[in-house]
């Protein structure tokens, strides 16, 4: 990711500035995208949690989804963003201040398995942006209602990073806007 588009990235996700009373940033990534996601997030210096749970074959951790709490312009943020934007490694999320890394990790629990009307469970990759973005315009209210929980808002990449798609699910209705990146 270049200067410019990182600077554009930024101002959309954090437009007041990164201060505790403002709305919190965070990157659900997915660790199957890139071997490198897991160490990434672990040695990175940002609050992070892995949405599963009990003691991981290493494999399963490397590939896990992580929820990591960014914060503008620290040098893991820019890595992390530099590294991973525009090649699908998972969704931002906007909360309000007082919804913790946890809450919102155990609410995205939840949303990890789905059935099969032939009642077999599979893993619902919701925080794959390429999913996400055909996924959520399709949903009911109360689906949505679902997904958003306590989470004010999605942003998930589109073209490669050149672009992307906001979702923010108010008064009962979705509403997305497409923001283009330079």
Request: with cysteine; aromatic share 10%.
């Amino acid at each position: 990711m270049n200067e410019p588009t990182l600077a554009q990235l930024t101002q959309l996700l954090w437009p007041n500035g990164d201060h505790l009373q403002s709305p919190q940033v965070y990157w659900l990534l997915d660790g199957a995208r890139d071997p490198d996601i897991a160490g990434l997030v672990r040695f990175g210096n940002l609050e992070h949690a892995c949405l599963f749970t009990g003691r991981l074959h290493p494999r399963l951790q490397a590939a896990a989804p992580y929820l990591v709490h960014l914060s503008a312009g620290s040098p893991t943020t820019n890595l992390l963003l530099g590294r991973g934007w525009g090649k699908a490694w998972g969704i931002l999320i906007v909360a309000p201040p007082n919804v913790t890394l946890n809450q919102q990790r155990l609410h995205f629990k939840k949303l990890l398995r789905v059935q099969t009307e032939d009642r077999r469970e599979l893993v619902f990759r919701f925080y794959d942006p390429r999913v996400l973005n055909l996924y959520l315009p399709t949903c009911t209210r109360e689906e949505c209602r679902t997904v958003f929980g306590p989470v004010s808002r999605f942003v998930a990449e589109e073209q490669m990073g050149r672009a992307v798609r906001v979702f923010e699910f108010q008064s009962d209705d979705l509403r997305f806007q497409e923001h283009s990146l330079s």
